[in-house]
């Protein structure tokens, strides 16, 4: 392994807007703030895998997050606090950070993330899902865009990622648009985090740790073009997703996770996906943050999802089911997902790939507040069978562990890191990282 030590750079503040956000107000100092969909993120799919999820996201099954952050209509709205005399920064600022013309609300996102890796094993491989191959710094996030709402009858939203791609060149994140005049039955159509995976759900720059789950950014579908209807009840006791889109890509390579297509000539060479998510949280929404970042009172959530795509190359079909706990300052994530490809007898696009391969991972995380939005800690431990027939240096043991510093609430903060990477069959590699992220999100 090599040692290099790398000087640390400056930092740019940029306005982006990542995806969308919950569609709950953001509550008072005591709760944690409220989450958005997806934004899903891989390189390639929004946050994800190496080739480009990072999206998406707000905790849990958190559609993309509506501007006006209409309360449900079965129970009373939560108002935001009043920041103190001076500090507008107080907790609740986000719902404040939007402006009204006409029945017309627009409020942005910013999402900025820096990275710097001053230790990198020599076998580290983006391909593969690590997060850097040599020491140095990565332009990880640079988001920007809209969200509106329309006397909360319409809601949209559009972001692009500023350096979508090696070259630099930006490229769109999520564009969708979506009649929410009732509750229970929301339908949003164009470019949006398909409704699988809690972690792929939750926003880019809302995790508790730099980047999202490696099992995640390699078997979530992340952001796909289709339509979707959504509807929340009870004050999100009880919610559903379901969705039809383009089918899906993925790459021949397991870590690299699915492509994110926003079919800009249609759908050529693919066909038709469908999913759908049930969740809960029963005592009322976790808010937008991974971490409890609020030392909030005990609260769960629970769900499970599941899609099908019969794509021209490859018959895809995955299942998830993951539980999330908040309770004073401490947070809890149990995430498992089950996917597998089948490739066609003539497929439309050439691929590598010649049997079926089912694929297994088991994702746990905890952390805990130390000073209420201010310091945490979390770790995560993760176990991948990238193929359950073969033994070979794709079954990894992944431990993460790391730090996080709020400076100003959750709208700017630190991250370092350090992730462990075990082979659990065939050669073992030296891929192991340290990673300091500084991040704005908004």
Aim: hydrophobic share 45%; charged share 20%; net charge negative.
């Amino acid at each position: 392994m090599r040692h290099l030590a790398c000087a640390a750079g400056g930092a740019a503040v940029l306005l982006a807007l990542s995806s969308p956000r919950a569609q709950e107000p953001e509550p008072a100092a005591e709760a944690p703030a409220a989450a958005g969909p997806t934004p899903a993120e891989a390189p390639a799919a929004g946050d994800e895998p190496a080739s480009a999820p990072e999206r998406a996201e707000a905790p849990a099954e958190r559609p993309s997050a509506p501007v006006s952050r209409r309360p449900p209509r079965e129970t009373p709205a939560p108002v935001s606090p009043a920041p103190a005399r001076g500090d507008l920064l107080a907790p609740g600022f986000r719902e404040r950070i939007r402006a009204a013309i006409g029945p017309l609300e627009i409020a942005p996102i910013a999402l900025l993330a820096l990275q710097a890796a001053p230790y990198v094993g020599d076998d580290a491989l983006s391909q593969a899902g690590d997060s850097a191959e040599q020491p140095g710094f990565r332009l990880r996030r640079a988001r920007a865009g809209l969200l509106g709402d329309v006397a909360g009858l319409v809601r949209f939203g559009i972001s692009m990622d500023l350096a979508g791609g090696d070259d630099g060149t930006a490229r769109i994140h999520e564009a969708w648009g979506g009649v929410t005049a009732a509750r229970a039955l929301e339908i949003y159509a164009g470019a949006r985090t398909v409704p699988f995976s809690r972690s792929a759900m939750i926003g880019a720059g809302d995790g508790a740790l730099a980047e999202r789950p490696l099992a995640v950014r390699a078997m979530a579908p992340f952001t796909q073009v289709g339509i979707q209807a959504e509807g929340h009840f009870q004050d999100r006791a009880f919610s559903y997703h379901a969705g039809i889109y383009n089918a899906f890509q993925r790459a021949d390579q397991f870590y690299a996770g699915h492509s994110e297509s926003l079919a800009p000539l249609g759908n050529r060479f693919e066909g038709i996906a469908v999913a759908g998510r049930l969740a809960t949280e029963p005592q009322g929404p976790l808010g937008r943050a991974l971490q409890d970042v609020a030392h909030s009172p005990f609260r769960l959530a629970a769900g499970a999802g599941g899609f099908f795509s019969d794509g021209g190359a490859r018959t895809l079909y995955g299942a998830s089911a993951d539980v999330l706990l908040h309770a004073a300052g401490l947070h809890a994530l149990g995430e498992v997902l089950w996917t597998g490809a089948s490739p066609k007898s003539v497929p439309t696009q050439p691929i590598a790939q010649v049997t079926s391969v089912s694929s297994l991972a088991l994702v746990v995380e905890a952390g805990y507040m130390i000073v209420a939005r201010k310091l945490g800690v979390s770790g995560r431990v993760e176990w991948i069978d990238p193929n359950a027939d073969v033994d070979d240096e794709g079954d990894n043991l992944v431990l993460t562990g790391g730090v996080s510093y709020h400076a100003i609430d959750d709208l700017v903060k630190a991250q370092l890191e350090y992730t462990h990477r075990e082979e659990l069959g065939g050669l073992a590699l030296a891929n192991d990282a340290v990673i300091l992220q500084l991040q704005l999100s908004l």
